[in-house]
């Protein structure tokens, strides 16, 4: 069958071809939240909201604008505790809606609270002793088996000289092959125990953390009195992909590139930005790939790499100009070599100022967030009753133009937050409350 030349794509033409999901875990809003539990559920993600904290809470003191000094407002609170790590773990990121702060640093702060858990450390320790004996029951099974497989013959025996025995090898086949089996048999049985006493662990866990709750009380007047937009919740769902097309080369091009991009992400993550003044590649791309899940909220890929919204300094901070000889021009026959890509090196991001280590990206707000929130506040304004003195103030503010009712203020594009790669915190304390990085992309 000849080959198609009616279009520009080498890619089947099979509409069912499946997507592909990337490692970024999208949020999204999903729903107002009423219940006065969930509310002071630390562990219950959301957008807006006042913020439930670990015990002890931070000071209200340390969450202002760095600019007008005034409180701000939570926009996202993320509970996000690491698999092998003895700490709840949890991400607040506050944000100023002042028009005279925006496309300022310090207008958009976030910060990391640690609460370290100790039955959850019990855990984890009890894991690794299992793991452990485990590990050395299968290396003691693997060394028994290799000395059994080790020819048993003496050579000065009478016996040696003898015919073998066919009848022999049943004793072998049926009798000590069983062994290793009835290890297995004991690793799943004990198996099966772990998981039944993680169940009860993670019962009661839930349990210790109702009880907090119940004593928990909201008497902490600067945090709750703090401006608020109404709280939703912050659901998350897999980021998927449609696979990157190719494009068909003509006859004599020959396309110099490696296998750099490939991968889970199908070639989307780590795939170069083009050094190029005349397009804003950047922003192409952000869009491009923000229009597959355009509701979303945030993007959390801790370790991953961010997503520039267009190309400014924050972008050449993270995705520095290659340096390289310029492009070679041929004729006829000639190489087609690909432009120098710009890539993300997370070299560029300030350390941790507490202990030293690197900081990694770990996720970043998304425009739709802004819309979310000014939906949720005219929501939340809807429910309350307001005074006279408070209906005159609210008239002045919307005259002024600064009424929640008007534009929200916030004119960011896209803000990063970029968090310790090592989770430091005060062990001795037992809990941390560290602000992290934030690097912003205004919305020119």
Same mark, same amino acid.
């Given at each position: 069958m000849p080959p198609r030349n009616d279009d520009d794509w080498s890619d089947s033409d099979d509409d069912d071809v499946s997507d592909i999901?990337?490692?970024?875990?999208? @949020?999204?809003?999903? @729903?107002?939240?009423?219940?006065?539990?969930? +509310?002071?559920?630390?562990?219950?993600?959301?957008?807006?909201?006042?913020p439930a904290f670990l015990n002890p809470p931070p000071p209200a003191s340390s969450v202002k604008c760095k600019?007008?000094?005034?409180?701000?407002?939570?926009?996202?609170?993320?509970?996000?505790?690491?698999?092998?790590?003895?700490?709840?773990?949890?991400?607040y990121v506050w944000g100023c809606a002042r028009g005279a702060c925006q496309?300022?640093?310090?207008?958009?702060?976030?910060?990391?609270? +640690?609460?370290?858990?100790?039955?959850y450390a019990e855990k984890l320790a009890k894991n690794a002793e299992r793991r452990k004996t485990k590990e050395e029951t299968?290396? $003691?099974?693997?060394?028994?088996?290799?000395?059994?497989?080790?020819?048993?013959?003496?050579?000065?025996?009478?016996?040696?000289?003898?015919?073998?025995?066919?009848?022999?090898?049943?004793?072998?086949?049926?009798?000590d092959a069983p062994a290793p089996a009835k290890e297995n048999d004991a690793s799943s049985s004990s198996d099966e125990a772990v998981s039944d006493e993680e169940d009860v662990e993670e019962s009661q866990d839930d349990t210790d953390i109702a009880a907090r709750l119940a004593s928990t009380t909201l008497d902490d007047l600067q945090w709750q009195e703090t401006a608020a937009y109404g709280a939703?919740?912050?659901?998350?769902?897999?980021?998927?992909l449609p696979p990157a097309k190719k494009v068909k080369l003509p006859k004599g091009v020959e396309v110099n590139e490696d296998d750099e991009g490939k991968g889970k992400d199908g070639?989307?993550?780590?795939?170069?930005?083009?050094?190029?003044?005349?397009?804003?590649?950047?922003?192409?791309?952000?869009? $491009?790939?923000v229009g597959y899940e355009g509701e979303q909220c945030i993007r959390y890929e801790l370790g991953g790499t961010p997503l520039p919204f267009a190309s400014d300094a924050v972008f050449d901070k993270l995705f520095p100009a290659p340096t390289g000889p310029p492009l070679p021009v041929t004729k006829p026959d000639f190489m087609v070599v690909p432009a120098q890509k710009r890539t993300y090196t997370p070299s560029s991001v300030p350390a941790c100022p507490h202990c030293g280590g690197p900081r990694v990206f770990e996720c970043q707000l998304m425009p739709n967030l802004i819309n979310v929130l000014r939906a949720s506040t005219k929501t939340d304004e809807? $429910?309350? $009753?307001?005074?006279?003195?408070?209906?005159?103030q609210q008239v002045m503010k919307e005259l002024k133009g600064e009424g929640a009712g008007g534009r929200v203020g916030m004119e960011w594009g896209t803000c990063m937050v970029f968090?310790?790669?090592?989770?430091?915190?005060?062990?001795?304390?037992?809990?941390?409350?560290?602000?992290?990085?934030? +690097?912003?992309?205004?919305?020119?």
């Open positions: 999901e990337t490692n970024v875990q999208i @949020g999204l809003p999903d @729903g107002p939240i009423e219940s006065s539990e969930e +509310l002071r559920d630390p562990r219950v993600s959301r957008i807006g909201g006042h600019n007008c000094g005034d409180p701000i407002s939570l926009l996202v609170q993320v509970w996000c505790p690491l698999d092998e790590s003895p700490n709840d773990r949890a991400l496309k300022k640093d310090g207008s958009v702060r976030a910060w990391r609270h +640690l609460r370290y858990n100790k039955k299968e290396r $003691k099974a693997i060394e028994e088996a290799a000395r059994r497989s080790q020819p048993q013959t003496n050579p000065f025996s009478m016996k040696a000289t003898a015919a073998p025995n066919p009848f022999d090898l049943g004793s072998q086949v049926f009798g939703l919740y912050l659901s998350t769902t897999s980021e998927y070639g989307w993550a780590l795939e170069g930005y083009e050094n190029s003044i005349e397009v804003d590649h950047a922003f192409e791309r952000f869009t $491009k790939r809807g $429910k309350k $009753k307001l005074s006279d003195e408070e209906r005159r968090s310790c790669q090592k989770d430091c915190s005060d062990e001795a304390a037992g809990s941390c409350w560290r602000e992290e990085l934030v +690097l912003v992309q205004w919305d020119d």
